[in-house]
């Protein structure tokens, strides 16, 4: 990893103000370069959202080499932006903005990581009188461990507009919302392979549980279906299998691999009789049952055909 730029804004939500930093951090600095590039690593290699930016994106015009505001120009109205959406939200927590411009392979990349304080106490040396007292105090001003995961933030491939997306949902207006996707950059990210896979294993729930299967042989078998269906692309980990297709998967896949066991009569009944029910369904009533499933478990996530 080669970092080329960094620079730190200081969201202060205490004062009431944005403290954006005028010239970028010093990366020849040893401690800083770990630093950035522990919590680089760290926020790579956990669960995230991916997508694909737009070049009518507000983020991608922003980061842009067509914009000619130089890397404190930019990150500076990125951070202006952030504050005034964070300042008036109570259940935001304050934080840093950390934004860097680095090289990992053959690609470049912008990451902006919203380093949320925690508060820590550590001591401070005083005088009472002639007398050293050791004290402990509290510092609300302490950044996360380089082996913690950011909690909100998004690294951008610029060379080919893909992105890895963290957030958390808060409460904002009265409504409990994904702000930094959906106000902050204005993108609409995927799913994340997590919540795609406790989508799934809901829907297998539901299904198992009307079929009188175990749960805990249907998940288990969902489990192995899952782990088959990913694929490394670039170093990374991609979901690729949603919805009533996986299910139809799944239960085909115990279905040819363990024909020949005993103890998978139950799931083979399950795909027997799921399939057998798809099969001399009307289009309408299959159309409906697929609704019905839909609505159970309401995720964009989730794409039903019936093959």
């Known amino acids: 990893m080669i970092i080329k730029h960094a620079i730190l804004h200081i969201l202060d939500k205490d004062a009431g103000n944005l403290i954006a930093s005028q010239s970028e951090m010093d990366i020849s600095n040893i401690q800083i370069h770990e ?6 690593t760290k926020f790579e290699s956990g669960d995230y959202k991916p997508g694909e930016l737009n070049d009518s994106d507000y983020i991608a015009k922003m980061i842009s080499d067509d914009n000619p505001d130089n890397f404190v120009e930019k990150t500076t109205a990125l951070a202006d932006k952030l504050f005034s959406i964070v300042a008036p939200a109570e259940n935001v927590p ?7 411009e680095y090289a990992n392979g053959t690609d470049d990349y912008f990451a ?8 820590h106490y550590t001591h401070t040396i005083d005088y009472e009188g002639d007398d050293l007292v050791n004290k402990l ?4 001003s302490i950044l996360p461990d380089p082996t913690q995961t950011a909690q909100e933030g998004i690294i951008i491939n610029l060379m080919t507009g893909s992105f890895q997306l963290v957030e958390k949902q808060y409460l904002i207006d009265g409504h409990r919302i994904n702000y930094f996707s959906q106000n902050f950059l204005e993108i609409d990210p995927e799913t994340s392979a997590r919540d795609n896979i406790k989508t799934i294993k809901n829907a297998v729930k539901h299904v198992a549980d ?3 299967v175990p749960e805990h042989e249907a998940l288990s078998t969902t489990q192995n279906a899952i782990l088959k269906t990913f694929k490394k692309k670039k170093g990374r980990l991609r979901f690729q299998i949603s919805g009533m297709r996986c299910l139809q998967v799944i239960c085909l896949h115990k279905l040819h691999t363990r024909k020949s066991q005993k103890n998978n009569h139950s799931m083979n009944q399950l795909t027997f009789r799921m399939l057998q029910n798809m099969k001399k369904s009307t ?9 019905g499933l839909r609505s159970q478990f309401p995720s964009t996530s989730i794409k039903i055909s019936l093959k």
């Open 112 to 119: 902006m990581l919203k380093l949320n304080l925690v508060p």
């Open 210 to 212: 009307k079929f009188d």
């Open 283 to 291: 289009k309408s009533n299959a159309s409906n049952w697929i609704q």
């Open 137 to 140: 105090v509290l510092n609300r």
């Open 94 to 100: 304050a934080g840093d903005l950390l934004c860097v």
């Open 35 to 40: 630093y950035l590039k522990g919590i680089l």
